[in-house]
């Protein structure tokens, strides 16, 4: 049983660019939640996607969107990048929206936007 | 506004002790709360659960309690093992009123266990 794989593990970018980031959930997940993780703080929940749709937001701006495919992999897309959303990013899947026992993170992107 | 409160950044336990970690709330909507632990370069794994139906979960070494009226909760390690030195972090969901999937997380508890 493979875990969450996120990809890249770190990557630079510079402001005003876009950035996306990859996500593969865990076999036999549906759903996957995306959170940002500012340094010294806890995860900050962006979005979540359930069977290839949104399922419920944050509270982060449309410039943050996202996608699901058909076999549950994910994407998160940052258009218009900030200096402030230099951040970990974390992935994380489950069987099913809410089942919140059941998350398995990935290790997360960290992303630096200079 | 921080509506899960971790208040000690770090805590530092001798081995074979206890180690107590702290949680506050302000959300009277929570129901329902988890404890995660984080290795470095590791994403968060979880650890223990509870709904606000109960005041006490065990598992193994963990206990976690909930006092409502209070709106903490607290997580107990006992014995504690180096292999526990670890980041953890109080989680927090509202099954109603909220989307989906919002775990709202406070800014974690380094603890260190020391040999």
């Known amino acids: 049983e493979t875990g969450v794989t996120q990809s890249p593990t770190h990557l630079i970018k510079t402001r005003g660019q876009q950035v996306t980031l990859r996500c593969s959930s865990q076999?036999?997940?549906?759903?996957v939640s995306w959170y940002q993780q500012a340094l010294g703080q806890g995860p900050q929940f962006i979005f979540q996607?359930?069977?290839?749709?949104?399922?419920g937001r944050g509270n982060f701006p449309p410039r943050f969107s996202g996608l699901q495919f058909p076999n549950y992999s994910s994407e998160l897309n940052v258009n218009a990048l900030e200096l402030d959303d230099s951040a970990l990013y974390l992935c994380?899947?489950?069987?099913?929206?809410?089942?919140?026992?059941?998350?398995?993170f990935g290790s997360g992107t960290r992303l630096t936007v200079v | 506004d921080q509506q899960v409160k971790q208040n000690s950044p770090s805590l530092s336990v001798q081995e074979g002790r206890i180690s107590i970690l702290n949680c506050d709330y302000t959300?009277?909507?929570?129901?329902?709360f988890l404890w995660y632990k984080k290795y470095p370069a590791e994403g968060p794994t979880f650890l223990i659960s509870?709904?606000?139906?109960?005041d006490k979960n065990e598992d193994g070494r963990f206990t976690v309690f909930l006092n409502k009226s209070a709106k903490h909760l607290s997580l107990h390690i006992v014995p504690s093992q180096p292999g526990d030195s670890a980041v953890y972090f109080c989680?927090?969901?509202?099954?109603?009123?909220?989307?989906?999937?919002?775990?709202?997380f406070g800014k974690g508890t380094k603890l260190s266990v020391k040999p």
């Open positions: 959300n009277s909507m929570f129901d329902y």
């Open positions: 996607y359930y069977r290839e749709e949104e399922n």
């Open positions: 994380a899947s489950s069987l099913g929206p809410g089942q919140y026992y059941g998350y398995t």
């Open positions: 989680a927090a969901s509202a099954s109603t009123g909220g989307s989906q999937g919002n775990l709202i």
């Open positions: 076999s036999g997940h549906n759903t």
């Open positions: 509870i709904s606000s139906i109960k």
